[in-house]
Nanobody, 123 residues
């Protein structure tokens, strides 16, 4: 089992950057594929990015490719989401998720979730 805590959210102007962090408890972090999802007001939660256990493979939502970068530091039990050139439509609660079985774009494939961190991008 793993406990996830996101941080790094906040208010930023359009065009700015933020780096989100997700700290995981336990000594088995490196056995989990990790992902970021987001949920905007009035919308369903959507996939943002995922990264493999080793960090050697990652993939992104097509609409975010080039602006967002997912990475992880297994020594620190942390996964990151660097977000650049932020737009008002990036405003959402951002969640990290973990799963030992799959690296997926599908929400229901992930067993563990953080509580989320709010990102607000002003125009």
């Amino acid at each position: 089992q793993v406990h996830l805590v996101e941080s790094g959210g906040g208010l930023v102007q359009a065009g700015g950057s933020l780096r989100l962090s997700c700290a995981a408890s336990g000594r088995t972090f490196s056995t989990y594929a990790m992902a970021w999802f987001r949920q905007a007001p009035g919308k369903e939660r959507e996939f943002v990015a995922a990264i493999s256990r080793s960090g050697g493979t990652s993939f992104y939502a097509d609409s975010l490719k080039g602006r967002f970068t997912i990475s992880r530091d297994n020594a620190k039990n942390t996964v990151y989401l660097q977000m650049n050139s932020l737009k008002p439509e990036d405003t959402a609660v951002y969640y990290c998720a973990a799963d030992q079985a799959v690296m997926s774009r599908v929400e229901k494939d992930y067993d563990y979730w953080g509580q989320g961190t709010q990102v607000t991008v002003s125009s």
